[in-house]
C-alpha cells in the first residue's frame, strides 16, 4: 500500500481567505503605497517561512503563528512603508491573526484525497503547523485525517526544510518509507524531501515555475491537484 505524505498549507489550504481579510481591512492604505495585498501576503508569508526554518537550525525554534504575528510591521516597513503603524494597527494585526485560523482547503482536495485513497494510497500530512490549526483548517471545509496521520513540526522542536523532519516521517509510515511518496505545492519542500528518500510530486498551483535549476527535479510535476493525483496514481503504478 503506497503512502502519500502531503505537505498541508500552501498545498492543500490555499491563501485566499488571508488575502481577501488583508485587502478588506487595510487594502487601501497598502495601494497608497503601490504595495498589492496579494504580494504583501507572500513577501509576509515567506518571510516567515523563511525566519522559521533559520530559528529552527540554530536550536531556536518558535511555532509559525508566533512568527508570522511578530514580522508584521517588520514586513509593512520593507515593503516601502516608512511608518507601518500609521498603515497598521494592533487591532489589524489580531484581525489577520485570527483569520488566519480561517483558512479552507482548495477546492480540488477534496476529490484528489477520493480519488487517492480509491486506488489504494494512505494519506498523511506533514506540516509546519501547529496539529490543532491544522486540524482547524480540516473542520472549516468539512474534511476529516485521523489525529495519528497528522504531523506537525511543532511536535518534534525541529520544522521543514531540516532532514530530520522528514526522516522521522519516513520511519513513521507503516512501510518505513517503501512506496512513499510526498507531495507539496513548494520546491523547497519537494527538494527536502527527496534528499531524505521520499519520491516527490509537486504541483504549481502556489509557485507556478518549479526552477529545477535550483531545487532539481521532482519525480512529478504536475499543474492543479487533480493533475497532481492522476500522476501519482499513473506512476505507483508503473514501479
Wanted: net charge negative; glycine share 8%; aromatic share 12%.
Amino acid at each position: 500500500m503506497p503512502d502519500i505524505v502531503f505537505d498541508i498549507i500552501g498545498t492543500c489550504i490555499g491563501y485566499e481567505v488571508m488575502i481577501d481579510a488583508i485587502t478588506h481591512r487595510i487594502g487601501d492604505k497598502l495601494n497608497k503605497f503601490n504595495c498589492n495585498p496579494e504580494l504583501f501576503f507572500n513577501a509576509w508569508g515567506t518571510a516567515c517561512e523563511r525566519d522559521f526554518a533559520y530559528l529552527s537550525q540554530i536550536g531556536h525554534y518558535h511555532p509559525t503563528r508566533k512568527i508570522l504575528k511578530s514580522i508584521f510591521f517588520r514586513t509593512l516597513y520593507q515593503a516601502g512603508i516608512d511608518d507601518p503603524r500609521n498603515v497598521a494597527s494592533e487591532e489589524d494585526l489580531e484581525y489577520l491573526c485570527d483569520e488566519w485560523l480561517k483558512l479552507t482547503c482548495r477546492p480540488e482536495l477534496p476529490t484528489l484525497w477520493k480519488l487517492l485513497q480509491e486506488n489504494g494510497f494512505t494519506i498523511w500530512c506533514l506540516t509546519d503547523g501547529d496539529a490543532e490549526r491544522v486540524k482547524g483548517y480540516f473542520k472549516n471545509s468539512n474534511l476529516t485525517m485521523p489525529d495519528e496521520n497528522i504531523v506537525s513540526c511543532d511536535s518534534l522542536g525541529i520544522g521543514k526544510p531540516t532532514p530530520e523532519v522528514y526522516t522521522y516521517m519516513l520511519d513513521k509510515l507503516p512501510n518505513k518509507g517503501k512506496d512513499a511518496w510526498f507531495g507539496a505545492a513548494h520546491m523547497w519542500d519537494c527538494c527536502a524531501a527527496k534528499k531524505a528518500g521520499f519520491r516527490t510530486a509537486w504541483t504549481n498551483v502556489y509557485e507556478k515555475y518549479p526552477c529545477e535549476d535550483i531545487f532539481g527535479t521532482p519525480d512529478i510535476i504536475a499543474g492543479d491537484l487533480l493533475d497532481l493525483g492522476k500522476k501519482l496514481i499513473t506512476a505507483q503504478q508503473s514501479l
